[in-house]
């Protein structure tokens, strides 16, 4: 698994260490069942504080995309979560939009304006 | 290119030897086990009185584990397509022949006594069945015709790194023979420090220790960073292997093949960076990381996705090449 973050960057290191653990799970390179490498050992190797990582493993379980279990470390969840949260989150968004009185394309302007 | 055996060497290697091995551990049990007490004294002391008994099932049990397993080597390596190995065939014999003497010796031995207590065995058979056994595997490393160094295609890359980016890359590797060649070990010795009475406790601490030790080599994790490379055993996180960036010189990435001769032949951890200059840990077979040190070392680890550690690691040795503040720290 490859993880590159670059402190220059306006985004945060932990979003970034979140986002190549994202890829590196959606590509395929980190499968279901595997696990990832210990926060001590990722922080070291990058030379970031141990909690950066650690915040950006907690936001990976809080998306339901990894266990964290006390001996047996990070884990992998299934990918199928992923594309299955992303599609709840948007129908609660849409819901909440039709809620407010947006139109599908203030929701799509909104949309664009965040992302 | 390769090492090549000829028919009869493959014959002899993969089909003669396992069927004797295999044979005199079978064959002698049925012409003597009317005749035998309960249990069998299966270990003498210097002047062969019998100091350690155990049940006969017991000792069939772990003759045959090792007969057999030394077998199954022998045929595997007769009967792969491309090569052979000498160390692990050479050993394959020894261990082989040397279990099936010393049972066949210990069966009749034990013949015709009621009491396994009367039974006596005189060193000299020990002694005879080591030597015997010693001068079997000769032939069979001897069989084995060194093959040049394997200009096997290496692949190289390098990824592109920015001055301030930080990366790191994290592999693995694991072999289940291994993982269940342990548990193997494990097991026997067990048994036999267990089942066993009198003098034999020490040899099932032998086999035990080995068995652990070999749990060492059931999986490795490869880690990658601006730090260099480490390698640490997976489950007891010994041993490991760390080597800063500027001790490196060049990564690749290669295909492994334990069965060829070379620096890498063979499985777990073979030679030695301080005394050889070159060193490899090898789980199985396929895909490896190989690096190019400083003062003239080789090291060599088999790991998944090598081609992305040597990329990343190319990466780091470049970039630290052109801003040498970088380096180290």
Known sequence: MLVKVDPRSSEPLFAQIAAQVRSAIATGRVEEGDRLPPARDLAEALGVNMHTVLRAYGDLRDEGLVDMRRRRGVIVRAAGDTRARLVELARDLAAEAARQGLSKADLRRLIEEVS | ?329
């Open chain 2, 1 to 329: 290119m390769g090492l090549e055996m000829d028919r009869m060497q493959r014959l002899f290697v993969g089909a003669a030897l396992p069927a004797l091995f295999v044979g005199s551990t079978v064959l002698p049990w049925l012409l003597v086990r009317g005749d035998l007490p309960h249990p069998i004294a299966i270990h003498f002391d210097g002047a062969g009185v019998a100091n350690g008994s155990a049940p006969l099932a017991v000792h069939l049990l772990v003759t045959s584990a090792f007969t057999v397993s030394a077998s199954a080597v022998l045929v595997w390596a007769a009967w792969r397509s491309t090569a052979t190995l000498g160390l692990e065939a050479a050993i394959a014999t020894f261990i082989g022949w040397l279990i099936s003497a010393v049972s066949t010796v210990t069966l009749f031995a034990n013949r015709g006594h009621d009491d396994w207590r009367d039974v006596t065995l005189g060193s000299g058979a020990v002694w005879g069945a080591t030597m015997s056994a010693l001068g079997a595997s000769i032939p069979v490393a001897l069989m084995v015709r060194h093959a040049a160094r394997d200009r096997a295609r290496s692949r190289v890359h390098r990824m592109e790194l920015a001055a301030t980016e930080r990366v790191a890359w994290f592999g693995r590797a694991s072999s289940l023979p291994l993982a269940m060649g342990a548990l193997l070990l494990v097991f026997v010795g067990t048994v036999v420090l267990l089942s066993f009475e009198g003098g034999v406790a020490p040899t099932g601490i032998v086999v035990l220790a080995g068995g652990l030790i070999m749990v060492s080599f059931m999986s490795l994790d490869v880690a990658v960073s601006d730090q260099g490379v480490r390698v640490r055993a997976g489950a007891l996180h010994w041993p490991r292997v760390e080597l800063p960036l500027v001790e490196i010189e060049a990564a690749r990435a290669v295909d492994c093949k334990p069965l060829h001769w070379g620096y890498a032949s063979g499985w777990g951890y073979r030679g030695s960076l301080r005394l050889l200059g070159k060193a490899a840990w090898v789980l199985r077979g396929g895909d490896a990381l190989e690096l190019d040190l400083t003062g003239d070392r080789r090291f060599l680890v088999t790991v998944d996705d090598a081609d992305e550690a040597a990329a990343v690691l190319n990466g780091l040795l470049a970039r630290a090449m052109t801003s040498p503040t970088t380096l180290g720290g």
